[in-house]
């Protein structure tokens, strides 16, 4: 996999304010924050994609997500906020290195904005694609 600045930021090559690190994971301010406290949580695993990563290091960030996401609420005093996962420059990935921001929410001209353009559901198309689904998550 190409280097990413997120791997240079896990070998001490370039500066960052982390916030939590354990053996697994590595948390640090985002530069480019939607708001104060956007926090970015990261593998130590060099993955590009979300359904690449190890179960060792989804338990770990899925372990270390709710901690963190404590402390900003107590640090910033927000406690509303969004959990935001990019996946592929499509998905407005720009750096290919696993990463969850933590965006705080503090009023509606601060965060994460989203858009949200409801369809509507087939079920006899779910109910297809869920068993097909349930077959592939249960291997
Ligand atoms: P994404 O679009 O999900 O790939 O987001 C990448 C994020 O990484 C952006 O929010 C950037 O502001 C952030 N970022 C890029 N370089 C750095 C850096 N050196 N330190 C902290 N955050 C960074």
Known sequence: MPDTIFDRILRGEVPNHTVYEDEHVLAFLD???????????????????????????AAAIGRALPRICRALIEVTDVDQYNILQNNGARAHQAVFHVHFHIIPKPDAAQGLKVGWPVGTLDHDEASEMAARLRELTQS
């Open 31 to 57: 530069i480019g924050p939607l708001a104060k406290g956007h926090t970015l949580v990261i593998p130590k695993e060099a993955k590009a994609h979300l359904h690449e990563l190890s179960d060792e290091s």
